[in-house]
């Protein structure tokens, strides 16, 4: 359904800082949501250079902007200039999404909690699950902790860089020390779901992990969401294997985001058609 579009002397303003911003589907999939819900409010991107960061920041808050996205490359660089972080953001140390208080800007981030809603919403339970994370950039940090907080019974780590993955693993034990988290095992023990964060599979036909431990997984899911079908989910879905790719992540995230903003329930539809469109556009290109 088509809603009014209500722009006026009281609209609120919401948006996306990062660099660059201009592939971002946010600004779409948040101003249709507002608008669904007769929100009068539009999201903007506001790309920035890094000196710049700051002064967006004081400008954003005399402009009465009421809550923002961050990305690439501001996630860690915008926690020293915030005066309040959320438990899992300073966990993460990074943040996705930042609400104006009364206090000052407050960051959180909705990255891991956006994925292992998306997977709840799919039925898929994680408690007590074995999971095999590729991946220890920032991404897998944000699902490790939320798997972590969903009561995943075993993280395995496997990247490239090994201390990486190292630090990870030290800040989840530090985070929680009962939890059974392992890094770049010589052998495998049975594992219920494969996840891969790295970026790998983007760009043509590579595939994280060895075929076997893909193969002996139940469900293999990829963040990645452009391309749709990476090789590592062509690999598992021809083998019988429940798969997932980004997008539900993609989704939840910015759902989280309106959610934390507005206090109101996400039009979760509206901002699914809203991404399956702007992603349809950029396959197109
Ligand atoms: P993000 O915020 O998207 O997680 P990131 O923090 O740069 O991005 O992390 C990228 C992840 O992809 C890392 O785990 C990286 O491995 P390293 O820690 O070894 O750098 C992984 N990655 C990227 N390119 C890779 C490649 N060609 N092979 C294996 N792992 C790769």
Redesign the pocket.
Known sequence: MLHRLTINGKTKLYGIVGNPVSHSFSPEMQTHAFQHLDLNAVYLPFPVKEPDLSKLLDAFWVMGVQGFNVTVPYKEKIVGLLSELSEEARFLGSVNTVRRTDQGWKGFCTDGFGFTRALTIKGIALQGKNIVLL??????KAISFALANAGVNQIVII???QE?ASDLQKRLLDFNPSLNVSVNPTSHSAHDILIN????GMNGEDI?AAAELVLSSQLVIDIIYNPPLTALLKTAKNAGIAIYNGIDMLLYQGVEAFEIWTGKQAPVQVMFDSLKKSLAFAQEM
């Open positions: 991946g220890a950039g920032g991404a897998a990247n490239r860089t990486k964060s790295t970026s790998v994280p």
